[in-house]
């Protein structure tokens, strides 16, 4: 019985020692080891870092942009649907820019016949445009607020009836007044008030007379018929 208990023992305590030498020999000890093992740390260089850094700055640079975007169409709006005039109080329009704002009641004579719809549309234009441009401009008005969304509408009426009119040339021909239109606005950013009297009137002037000469050349009578 001892024989058997010894010899028991002795092989279980073989045992533990092969298995303690067969862990000694791996990689997994009992020791606590400062050698990576599956975990590693790598060093980025200076120029890694500064390239980061750049990717950053460029997604924030591409934020801000976005938001600045945002913020200035917002104050466009908020400009552009307001009854505020977007000249100072001490602008006196001239009286070439009263009676250019007037010649807008020329148009509808031509287009009430075959355009009935865009004649009553130029006919409230003419009085919006005579009271936003010239009597109540520098002050604050809803008469201005009324132009600024009316505009829209009788420049699209004019267009229309040109391209029925006239056709493609004279179509592309009614955007020169736009031309004339954008000059006087940059006048007035660069507060030059004499040079948006000019090309303000002048947005009119051209734009009444390409519609009446449109109408003088193409007209033989068959538009309404067609």
Not at 52 to 58: L, P, S, V
Not at 82 to 96: A, E, G, V
Not at 143 to 148: K, M, P
Request: with cysteine; glycine share 8%.
């Amino acid at each position: 019985m001892s024989s058997k208990g010894e010899n028991a023992w002795g092989s279980a305590s073989q045992r533990r020692m092969v298995f303690s030498e067969q862990r000694s020999d791996t990689t997994c000890s009992d020791t606590p080891s400062l050698a990576s093992t599956t975990v590693s740390f790598h060093e980025a260089s200076p120029e890694e870092f500064m390239r980061n850094d750049e990717e950053k700055g460029g997604q924030n640079d591409g934020k801000k942009e976005v938001l600045h975007r945002k913020s200035s169409f917002r104050e466009s709006m908020s400009k552009h649907l307001s009854p505020k005039s977007n000249m100072p109080k001490s602008f006196k329009p001239h009286p070439i820019l009263g009676v250019s704002c007037l010649t807008f009641g020329l148009v509808p004579i031509r287009m009430a016949e075959c355009f009935p719809v865009n004649a009553v549309i130029m006919v409230i234009a003419t009085v919006a445009s005579w009271k936003a441009d010239y009597v109540h401009t520098g002050k604050t008005s809803y008469w201005l607020l009324f132009d600024r969304v009316w505009a829209p509408f009788s420049f699209v009426a004019c267009l229309h009836t040109v391209f029925t009119v006239g056709g493609l040339w004279w179509f592309l021909a009614s955007f020169f007044p736009v031309l004339c239109y954008q000059i006087g606005v940059y006048s007035r950013i660069k507060g030059d008030f004499n040079g948006y009297n000019f090309w303000h009137s002048m947005w009119h002037f051209t734009g009444v007379f390409l519609m009446l000469l449109c109408f003088g050349v193409n007209d033989d009578g068959s538009i309404c018929k067609a």
